[in-house]
């Protein structure tokens, strides 16, 4: 049985619906949710429920009952991560799945000097857990999703002409989680890949001057990219209202972009899709030109 956490999460319905597109029986296939209301949707299509909390062991020791594949999607919660994926892994272990695939994230900088840190810490964490473990894993070093890289240029980005935006020079190599998911879905159908880290990465990495430049052309309007520092993009963003979290995380990628830290191209999500993910720039032709 495949059993996929984060079930009613974007990136757990995802692999769902791949794992059925390429053919796995709705039977063979347990989704994870914190309700049993959550789980309705997944029943009328055939799928298994079980329901638990990352935040309580003993539910996810009875979730994993019968288990042989896991999907460890990480969780969002970044104040309790911690132990809310201490309590995953160990309770994976104490069942003895066969096989657990956990989403990690794509990094340079392993350290707390990473403009990344919030976010790092947890994963690199739960990657040792699981090593430390002795199950058999397979890690996802999932670069960002290039689905919240509009979120970067801006929504209105044609009217107001400018990609506001502190990451410097700096290049990015984002995937559509989409592409992350099928891929994920494919590793879980088949029975290889143990004790393997994938970097899920695009094949080429692109600056916000050349997202810009690619713009204006579709616009037929001069579009420019300006690298305020990050205390102005900051207080700009506070100032029309963005919450404080998002300010903070927003800040930390846009540093980590300019850093270089998400410019690290791979062909691993192409050998697994057998085909190239969605470019960066065809994405943004799609999204803009509509």
């Known amino acids: 049985m495949i ?5 009613t999460g974007q990136f757990g319905k995802l692999t769902i619906d791949f794992l059925l597109q390429k053919g796995v029986q709705p039977s063979e296939i347990l ?8 789980g309705n949707s997944f029943q009328a299509r055939g799928i298994g429920v079980r329901v638990a909390d990352y935040g309580d062991k003993d539910s996810l020791l009875r979730a994993f009952q019968g288990v042989t594949k896991l999907l460890f999607v990480s969780s969002s919660d970044l104040a309790n991560r911690l132990q809310q994926h201490k309590n995953v892994v160990e309770a994976a272990a104490e069942i ?5 695939i956990y989403t990690s994230f794509q990094r340079k900088n392993d350290s707390e000097n990473s403009p990344l840190w919030q976010v790092a810490e947890s994963h690199l964490a739960t990657e040792n857990w699981i090593k430390a473990s002795g199950l058999n894993y397979t890690i996802l070093k999932n670069n960002l999703y290039l689905d919240f890289v509009p979120g970067f240029i801006g929504e209105k980005v044609l009217e107001t002409g400018v990609i506001y935006l502190p990451a410097g020079t700096g290049k990015l ?5 989409s592409d992350m998911a099928e891929a994920a879905a494919i590793l879980l159908k088949l029975d290889a890949h143990t004790a393997k880290e994938f970097n899920f990465s695009n094949e080429t990495a692109v600056s916000y001057e050349e997202i810009a430049a690619e713009l204006s052309q579709l616009s037929g309007k001069s579009i420019n990219f300006v690298s305020p520092t990050v205390e102005e993009y900051q207080t700009t963003l506070s100032s029309y209202g963005v919450p404080a979290e998002v300010v903070s995380i927003f800040a930390a990628f846009a540093a980590a972009q300019a850093q270089g830290e998400l410019d690290a191209v791979s062909t691993d999500l192409s050998n697994i899709l057998g085909r190239k993910p969605v470019s960066i720039l ?3 032709r799609r999204v803009y030109a509509s």
């Open 3 to 7: 059993l996929i956490t984060g079930a």
């Open 96 to 100: 003895g799945i066969n096989h657990v």
């Open 282 to 284: 065809d994405f943004v």
């Open 31 to 38: 989704a994870l949710v914190r309700t049993e209301a959550a």
């Open 173 to 177: 190599s984002a995937v559509l989680r």
